[in-house]
């Protein structure tokens, strides 16, 4: 059985409108405004401090030492791994990457995607539920990463290109990993559970597609209120 094949599969015209969609778009023409890049960094760095900390909870599933080790190498990149690729943006902007996350929040559509993630860290006792919800994020940006440079769709003057190839390349182990635990775990579950599995990765591409969006937006929360003023 090829499980991972299916859900890439299911996946390709979720990651295909991600790639078309403004954001990635802007980034491929280096003309994105300042603005939503900022955006983007706030939303993301507190997003990767929570992916490192589901990383963390999901220890507690496993046996292995293995796996133990793979997910806390993957805590250190997700807590500091991806920097790099935040850099190459805050060097765009031109400001000093700490000073603009420093005001980061949880905008909607950021806060509707990890509590995704959240909700099948704690409502299933198997990790590979909460490994569905989570393995799009890497998969997505390792896809996007991997077609830019294929089709030279970013030039070399352009200043985002080091963030597709970081992406192009740094996402491989991890995925290849993953796609491992899946088609394994896959293979221990009845059509049922393989629907939820497939689910869980689907909404999280979606999700993936919606966070850029939010960013290239500048989406803000709306309680048409005091705390908005």
Known sequence: MDFVNTLKKEAAPIIDAIYHDNFIQS???????????????RADSRYLNEFAKIYALLILKID???????????????SSGEVEAHHTLAQYVGEDYNQIIKDGEWYPTADHYIKHMYYNAFAYDHIAYTLAAMAPCPYVYQQIGKRAIK????????????????????MDT?????????NQYAEQFDTKHQD?????????TVHERNFFNMAYNQEKWDFGGELNE
């Open 151 to 170: 089709e030279n769709a970013v030039s070399e003057d352009n200043p985002l290109k080091p963030w597709f190839e970081f992406y192009a390349t740094e």
């Open 64 to 78: 292995s030492k293995e796996e133990i080790q793979f997910l806390t190498e993957q805590i250190q990149f997700a």
């Open 196 to 204: 939820i599995l497939k689910r869980n990765f689907l909404q999280s």
């Open 174 to 182: 991890l995925m290849d990993y993953i796609d491992q635990w899946f």
């Open 27 to 41: 980034l491929l023409k280096g003309d994105v405004s300042k603005a939503a890049i900022k955006h983007y960094l």
